[in-house]
């Protein structure tokens, strides 16, 4: 079963993901109020084939959020990101 891991761990976790469930990637800009926060999202679909989120990810910084894309994209290189 292929997962996708996060090589970085946050008061908020990140937990593994099945890979087959994810369609794709949508990154978020951190919040003025909370600028420490970078904010991943993993969607897929239902089964009415509507999109939802299936596993959120934070990061501390743009940094860390983009060495686990890096990664992410390496191994799935097929796997848009938004």
């Given at each position: 079963?292929?997962?996708i891991t996060s090589k970085f761990r946050t008061g908020l976790d990140n937990?593994?993901?099945d890979?087959?469930?994810v369609a794709k990637i949508k990154v978020v800009m951190p919040k003025p109020t909370n600028p420490k926060l970078w904010v991943t999202y993993f969607l897929g679909f239902d089964e009415n084939n509507r999109e939802k989120v299936?596993?959120?990810?934070?990061?501390?910084s743009e940094r860390e959020r983009g060495i686990d894309l890096e990664r992410i994209?390496?191994?799935?290189p097929d796997m848009k990101v938004v």
């Open positions: 079963m292929p997962f937990p593994s993901i890979a087959r469930l299936v596993r959120t990810w934070f990061h501390q994209q390496e191994k799935y």
